[in-house]
């Protein structure tokens, strides 16, 4: 167990509509990243960020945004979603946000969008 | 920008082998070089990585990889592979010139250890 939470665990939804991605990091760690891991895109760096702030983005769509709360737990909302949004969702977080940092991940949420 | 090849989709290994799952990288600074493991169903484990020193690095479950600055590898390896090593590996570098942990993945090697 990394110690890194997501919720829910499974989602199933239909085309066009929005969803909540929830992620709470270590006990201790600032910095919380997203990455989506699917078939035909592998595992993609989406976003992380630093004690509330943005600190660096990959390849995020348009139609999905992220935060992070002054309690450091972070959600992914992705919106007008398509079928090639299914995909499982990692939330990783380290204690601090530089490259040298090691980042832990959680058991991810697989979204289903039918 | 930064890319990740695990050139094998697959590796297959008796018990008790060696074994070694293939990474090259691309970097524009220097990198910082990771391997994790995926057991089905599961998040990333983090088994080991290269910041900088040594350019063999040991880390969990008896893995090792060695970084090799001219040929732009870093290949994880095993002296004997155990069945419960089967699972799904990836390699991943971060480019250490950035204030940023943006990490790039490689499509990931499927290891099979069979009895």
């Known amino acids: 167990d990394s110690g890194v939470t997501q919720t829910p665990k499974h989602l199933i939804t239909a085309t066009g509509q929005r969803v909540t991605l929830r992620c709470s990091p270590r006990?201790?760690?600032?910095?919380v990243y997203w990455y989506q891991q699917s078939l035909d895109q592998g595992l993609q760096f989406l976003i992380q960020?630093?004690?509330?702030?943005?600190?660096a983005k990959g390849n995020i769509l348009e139609r999905f945004s992220a935060q992070q709360f002054p309690d450091l737990h972070s959600e992914l909302n992705l919106s007008s979603l398509e079928l090639g949004d299914s995909a499982l969702y990692f939330c990783?977080?380290?204690?601090?946000?530089?490259?040298?940092?090691?980042?832990?991940f959680g058991p991810g949420t697989r979204l289903t969008v039918l | 920008a930064q890319s990740v090849a695990q050139p094998e989709d697959q590796v297959n290994v008796a018990e008790g082998n060696p074994l070694t799952v293939k990474c090259t990288y691309s970097?524009?600074?220097?990198?910082?070089l990771f391997w994790y493991v995926q057991y089905p169903n599961r998040g990333l484990q983090f088994l080991l990585k290269?910041?900088?020193?040594?350019?063999l690095v040991k880390g969990s479950y008896g893995f090792e990889a060695e970084f090799n600055k001219s040929q732009t590898s870093f290949h994880l390896k095993k002296p004997s592979a155990l069945v419960s090593d089967s699972a799904l590996y990836f390699c991943?570098?971060?480019?250490?010139?950035?204030?940023?942990?943006?990490?790039?993945f490689g499509d990931g090697t499927t290891l099979t250890v069979k009895p």
């Open positions: 991943a570098v971060r480019d250490m010139t950035t204030n940023a942990g943006k990490s790039t």
């Open positions: 960020y630093y004690n509330g702030e943005e600190r």
């Open positions: 970097v524009s600074g220097n990198p910082y």
């Open positions: 006990s201790g760690d600032l910095s």
């Open positions: 290269y910041i900088t020193g040594d350019n």
């Open positions: 990783a977080s380290s204690e601090g946000p530089l490259p040298s940092s090691e980042q832990f």
